[in-house]
């Protein structure tokens, strides 16, 4: 009986060790918004304030807030930069097939594209170019690190 | 420029015989077949002008090894230790002493002679019943002596032909991706080996970045997808000169070709505006069609051996799932409803079954479907694994499969492995560098 109860018990502080140990994780790193990443570790810098790169959830190509947010300070430098042409180029993380990534890459790069058309960038100054899973920017296999290689980023093409 | 085939010619030699040992491989094997390969005996003669063309000491002894090794894989076979062999290989060759392989416990019994006359390789083999002590099959073939792997693969090809009742696939090459370098800065070269790892061939250097190399099933043309002036573009090569071209006049990403199963066409994804659909292109006059027009992902596309269905990856439902419809696509027919995604679909050259890969709750599977969506079986789960290639045979499944790297990111690797339709026999594929995205050919003899 008394076992059972001290079983019991300490099953219930693994558990909440569990519960409270992912929470941790998920604090620590800060860098997630449900599984988009909002952190700035890879990102670069275009002109200085105008991030070069914009993150998106799994399996999708909706641009967040933020990601607007970046793009219309892209948006904003290709306008007084008008000399400059950019790539945008699309990526997936490692969780996909490689064919349908390719494809879901070249989805992201043309949302990032047309955000920018809305916002005065003509449509010849931006190709896009998709690597699918190819060329991830973080090797490793965890969310955050897939979180990271799930991107459009914007290059300067001359 | 890479390769030359010369004609293996095949002498038949007529023979009467009763069907008498089978191979079931419909099942899994859990019993294989005990089975002894003598030695081929080679003469003295032909020993020593062999040994200077091959720099092999036995090359009778190496062809054999060859047939070992492919009938061992197959999982269907166990070749006995030849340490346990009583009777002399060319002894055995003219007559078998039945009860000296009986007693090692051996059904069936290869036996062999390489003679070497005219500067050709001359082989003949036979395969023998022991418990019924009869002749099964006898077969000689000739040719030049560097083709002598190919002559194993051949010999491997005809005993599981007679033993199973169907065809082989040993006779055959794999063209995949060689994969070298960190994860972030893969370089990546196309390949081309025999299917027992053998005769490794590099097509391209790495300067760009190429990915899924598809075999025509009818020669010994590729097609594949090359970042070559970083335009990724769908390729066609042809193996035996070198020459290659990129295929129509797309104005943006084509990708995930396949040759149809007359190898006239090549069917593909091409995207643009974010929007990726299927066309397909003749060869001959180079004709272009729209097969899909959905504003979501169409890709991977697959024939069906007959022509007249391609089955394809699509999320026009909101998540990647399977579909097939008829090659000038019309009856559109979502046929995956499992839970989880689903991409990747090829169609058996059978044609009774489309394998795929599936990703649930974070792992992931290859697995078989009927054509019609029913009948999903899972062969294999892993962390990573995609791209499934089937045997010509529709026997085996060879695909790859990557590795989750540490806290550091490290210990990446990734590699093709095999397994059989019935789930069983997985197998690493050996490749001499890390590998993916393998396609198999069809039987390159008969």
């Known amino acids: ?158 | 420029m890479f390769f030359r085939y010369l004609l293996i010619l095949i002498f038949l030699i007529p023979i009467n015989s009763f069907a008498l040992i089978e191979v079931d491989i419909t099942r899994g094997n859990l019993s294989p077949l005990p089975i002894a390969v003598s030695p081929l005996s080679l003469d003295k003669e032909s020993k020593l002008n062999l040994k200077k063309i091959s720099k092999k000491e036995d090359l009778g002894a190496e062809i054999s090894t060859v047939v070992e090794n492919n009938l061992k894989k197959s999982g269907l076979f166990n070749p006995l230790n030849k340490d346990s062999f009583l009777q002399k290989p060319n002894i055995a060759h003219l007559k078998p002493r039945f009860e000296d392989w009986a007693l090692i416990k051996a059904q069936a019994l290869i036996t062999g002679k390489v003679t070497f006359v005219d500067e050709k390789l001359r082989v003949e083999f036979r395969l023998w019943d022991v418990l019924a002590a009869k002749e099964m099959m006898a077969l000689a073939f000739t040719t030049v002596p560097n083709n002598w792997r190919r002559v194993g693969h051949i010999i491997t090809d005809k005993i599981y032909e007679r033993l199973t009742g169907e065809k082989g696939y040993f006779d055959t090459r794999v063209i995949y991706v060689a994969e070298e370098g960190p994860k972030t800065k893969r370089i990546k070269k196309l390949a081309i080996m025999d299917q027992d790892g053998f005769n490794t061939k590099y097509l391209t250097l790495g300067n760009e970045l190429v990915l899924t190399p598809r075999f025509n099933p009818t020669n010994q043309m590729v097609t594949y997808l090359s970042y070559f002036r970083n335009l990724p573009r769908v390729y066609l090569l042809d193996i035996e000169t070198g020459i290659q071209e990129v295929v129509g006049d797309f104005p943006g990403m084509t990708f995930a070709p396949r040759f149809s199963p007359d190898g006239k066409k090549i069917i593909m994804s091409f995207a643009k505006d974010g929007n990726s659909d299927i066309y397909t292109m003749d060869l001959e006059n180079r004709i272009v069609e729209r097969i899909t027009n959905h504003p979501s992902i169409d890709t991977s596309p697959s024939y069906s051996p007959d022509g007249k269905y391609i089955c394809f990856n699509s999320d026009r439902s909101g998540y990647q799932q399977i579909y097939i419809m008829k090659s000038d696509g019309s009856n559109v027919k979502r046929i995956s409803f499992g839970k989880g995604l689903y991409g990747t679909p090829v169609w058996s050259p059978r044609g009774d079954l489309i394998a795929f890969t599936k990703l649930h709750k974070g792992k992931f599977y290859i697995g078989v479907m009927r054509t019609n969506g029913k009948g999903e079986r899972l062969l294999t789960e892993n962390f990573y694994q995609e791209a499934p290639s089937w045997s010509p045979n529709g026997r085996v499944l060879i695909f790859y499969r990557e590795t989750k790297t540490d806290e550091k990111g490290e210990g990446f690797t990734a590699k093709l492995w095999s397994i059989d339709l019935t789930g069983y026999n997985e197998r690493l594929v050996d490749t001499e560098t890390d590998a993916s995205d393998p396609s198999w050919s069809s039987l390159l003899s008969n």
């Open chain 1, 1 to 158: 009986m008394n076992l059972n109860k001290i079983f019991k018990n300490a099953l219930l502080v693994t558990f909440a060790c569990l519960v409270l140990s992912a929470c941790a994780k998920k604090v620590s790193t800060g860098q997630l918004q449900g599984d988009v990443y909002t952190g700035t570790d890879t990102v670069e810098y275009l002109a200085s304030g105008v991030p070069d790169r914009v993150f998106f959830a799994t399996n999708e190509s909706i641009l967040t807030t933020k990601s607007r947010e970046t793009l219309r300070k892209q948006a904003a430098w290709l306008r007084k930069n008008s000399k400059i042409n950019i790539v945008v180029e699309g990526h997936a993380d490692e969780r996909g097939t490689r064919e349908y990534n390719l494809a879901l890459g070249e989805r992201r790069a043309n949302a990032a594209k047309d955000y920018l058309m809305t916002y005065g960038i003509s449509a010849d100054r931006i190709s896009v170019i998709s690597y699918g899973k190819e060329r991830p920017v973080d090797s490793g296999s965890n969310p955050l690190s897939w979180s990271k290689n799930r991107r459009s980023v914007t290059v300067k093409a001359n």
